[in-house]
């Protein structure tokens, strides 16, 4: 398992509105479900597509053995992205940290 670290600063003389800091799952890993964290109230949000859209909630659809489709929660090995949105404005000189988790393959 690896753990990787996101660490910013505002380094401007304003506030920083509408941050949001978006990383890749690495090739030959897969992301590890409900790892991501902050150290603010950051919402986080995934993509199973190669970070062109974003959800709370990946979801698929899945053939049951009756012929019928179903949206079931994305596979782990799906998840491609991990993108923090920090909602409040980041002050002058105001840091913020995320990490997420992978296994490696």
Same mark, same amino acid.
């Given at each position: 398992?690896?753990?990787?670290? *996101? /660490? ?6 304003? $506030?920083?509105?509408?941050? =949001? ?6 090739? %030959?890993?897969?992301?590890?479900? $409900? =790892? ?12 199973? /597509? ?6 709370? $909630?990946?979801?698929?659809?899945? #053939?049951?053995?009756?012929?019928t489709v179903e949206l079931q929660p994305a596979?782990? $090995?799906?998840? #491609?992205? *991990? ?8 002050? =002058?000189? %105001? ?7 992978? %296994?490696?393959?």
């Open positions: 398992v690896l753990r990787y670290t *996101v /660490d910013g600063a505002n380094s401007g003389e304003i $506030e920083a509105k509408g941050l =949001s800091v978006t990383q890749p799952v690495p090739a %030959q890993t897969t992301y590890i479900l $409900e =790892s991501a964290e902050s150290d603010s109230s950051a919402a986080v949000i995934y993509s199973i /597509d190669g970070g062109q859209s974003f959800v709370a $909630e990946p979801m698929v659809e899945v #053939t049951l053995p009756d012929g596979p782990a $090995e799906m998840y #491609t992205h *991990v993108q923090w949105n920090f909602g409040d404005d980041l002050a =002058s000189a %105001q840091a913020v940290k995320a990490t997420y988790n992978v %296994q490696v393959q």
